[in-house]
């Protein structure tokens, strides 16, 4: 069974700064994904950024990087220059089962921005 | 590029009732997949097709659910005699079948069961 833990309920930052998300999981499977989705209040699940297990390098999308620690089975989001339109709840997930047909959610980290 | 369409985005009921949920996913997508979100929670894996073809169920869908794709092209999901533990938000996503393809969400349906 794979597991996906996010161990900070809630976090904020001020507008322009840098802020980190952490996320650690669990799985037997060699080939999987990791993704970070973004859910605005009452909005749809969006697509933050995403890291192939099998990639060394460290995925980026302009001001979303990860760290993706493989060893320590972890995967952490940095959001840089922090922006008012940031604030959702961000949810890490794991996606596996051949053709990572099968999404594992964390609980989700609900991030404020400050201004 | 259309999105992940979902109907209704709100359904209230009564406790035994039976609902059902609509989605429509994005055009050129095979791959459709049931999710259902608890307050407080990341979304939960309920079942997903490939085409038509229902390839997986999870443990979390008990024998009141039901979920089909009759064409390979839109989902329904029906719960029958529903029961307040049902009401959560229900997820509908899609994909592309190639393993690197992200899946895509819609705006979900929120069930409340009184």
């Known amino acids: 069974a794979q597991t996906v833990t996010q161990s900070q309920p809630e976090m904020s930052v001020q507008e322009a700064e840098t802020v980190t998300l952490s996320c650690t999981y669990d799985t037997s499977e060699s080939d999987y994904y990791l993704f970070w989705y973004k859910q605005p209040p009452s909005r749809q699940m969006i697509l933050v950024i995403r890291q192939e297990a099998y990639k060394q390098q460290n995925a980026t999308e302009n001001r979303f990087s990860v760290n993706f620690q493989k060893a320590a089975k972890s995967f952490s989001l940095k959001i840089s220059d922090s922006q008012l339109g940031d604030a959702a709840m961000y949810f890490c997930a794991m996606g596996s089962g051949g053709s990572n047909y099968k999404l594992t959610f964390g609980k989700g980290t609900l991030l404020t921005v400050n201004p | 590029d259309t999105g992940v369409s979902q109907d209704p985005r709100h359904k209230i009921t009564k406790r035994g009732q039976n609902v059902t949920f609509r989605c429509d996913p994005i055009s050129e997508h095979n791959r459709l997949y049931w999710y259902r979100q608890t307050l407080g929670q990341g979304p939960e894996f309920l079942t997903y097709?490939?085409?038509?073809?229902?390839?997986?169920k999870s443990r979390l869908l008990s024998d009141r659910f039901s979920a089909e794709r009759p064409k390979g092209s839109f989902s329904t999901l029906e719960i029958q005699r529903t029961e307040q533990g049902d009401s959560a938000m229900y997820l509908c996503?899609?994909?592309?079948?190639?393993?690197?393809?992200?899946?895509?969400f819609g705006d979900g349906t929120r069930l409340s069961i009184l």
């Open positions: 996503a899609s994909s592309r079948s190639s393993s690197n393809q992200p899946q895509h």
């Open positions: 097709f490939q085409n038509e073809a229902q390839l997986e």
